[in-house]
């Protein structure tokens, strides 16, 4: 748009001082012509006057003669103005202001030309704030999208010496938050689940001694009491209470700890059944108890 107003706008420049030269052409032309005539027209008169005195020629004769010289100057002082006129016209031309013959402005293709320039610097103002808008939304959705990267891709590491126990979702599968994706045991930590009645239970605290002999061993391991648990709580699937040898219903239970030893812990015996005797309590006690003596 800005080019096509700017040949409009010279091909108006140039069309209005050819015409302006044209007419300052002419105008100097007819100058020259009226000039002639004047001159013509002033002998005319001279002669007219000098007849009229000798009275070979009446008065109105001459008056008449004269008259026509004063008119013949007056266009021809005229035609000078409208020359010196149109000659400001050119110099005001040459500077980019064209005047009308009525002395209004006339250069509307130059003022559309400008509105034609001040919309582009508009639409350039425009694009950058845009651009500038797009770049600062694109590094938000960059940052969204890395955000959105590191909360939905998680490294999943499990302890030290542990072992993984079963394998809940395969890798590289896609996971809701929240579901499990796999369980291991921690061997440096080794808990025995010990069937107890609701006596032993009863006399046994947290923190009491226990000696614990895994199956098919000879070592006696000497660990803690870290857990009583009467018969009438209830175990759920998810509870630490194994189903041992000897359990039945009416059974409490204990949770018996026993102390970080590296050979067992590379060994991890999980699931091995165990004997277990708590040197705190005695038989004797037990039957005292129960007899409520």
């Known amino acids: 748009m ?12 140039d069309t209005f001082r050819r015409q302006l030269d044209a007419k300052i052409d002419g105008s100097r032309k007819i100058m020259v012509f009226l000039s002639s005539r004047l001159e013509l027209e002033r ?5 007219m006057a000098k007849l009229a005195k000798t009275g070979a020629s009446s008065q109105s004769s001459a008056d008449a003669a004269t008259s026509l ?42 003022r559309s030309l400008e509105m034609a320039h001040l919309e582009l610097e508009r639409a350039k103002g425009d694009l950058a704030v845009a651009q500038a ?19 939905s891709t998680a490294l999943v590491s499990a302890p030290p010496d542990s072992i993984v126990w079963s394998l809940i979702e395969a890798p590289g599968g896609d996971v809701r938050a929240g579901t499990p994706v ?18 032993e239970v009863a006399l046994l605290s947290v923190g009491a001694g226990a000696d614990v002999v895994l199956e098919g061993e000879r070592t006696t391991h000497h660990g803690t009491v870290l ?3 009467g018969s009438a709580a209830t175990l759920g699937a998810d ?18 700890g ?22 705190d309590i005695g038989l004797i006690q037990v039957i005292l108890a129960r007899l409520r003596l």
């Open 239 to 256: 509870d630490l209470a194994a189903i041992a040898k000897g359990r039945h219903p009416g059974i409490g239970q204990a949770i018996v």
């Open 2 to 13: 800005v080019n096509e107003r700017t040949r409009l706008a010279s091909d108006y420049a």
């Open 43 to 47: 002998a005319q008169a001279d002669r």
């Open 133 to 151: 808008e797009a770049a600062t939304t694109q590094d938000v959705a960059d940052a969204t999208n890395d955000v959105h990267r590191k909360q």
């Open 69 to 110: 010289v004063i008119e013949h100057q007056r266009i021809l002082t005229e035609t000078e103005t409208a020359l010196a006129q149109e000659l400001v016209r050119l110099d005001a031309a040459a500077q980019g202001i064209f005047l009308l013959d009525d002395g209004s402005e006339g250069a509307t293709a130059q």
């Open 227 to 229: 857990l009583l648990r």
């Open 258 to 279: 026993l102390p970080a030893d590296p050979a067992e812990i590379a060994a991890c015996p999980i699931g091995h059944a165990a004997h277990v005797d708590f040197p």
């Open 182 to 199: 796999a369980s291991w045991i921690d061997c440096r930590i080794l808990l025995v689940d010990v069937p107890v009645s609701d006596v």
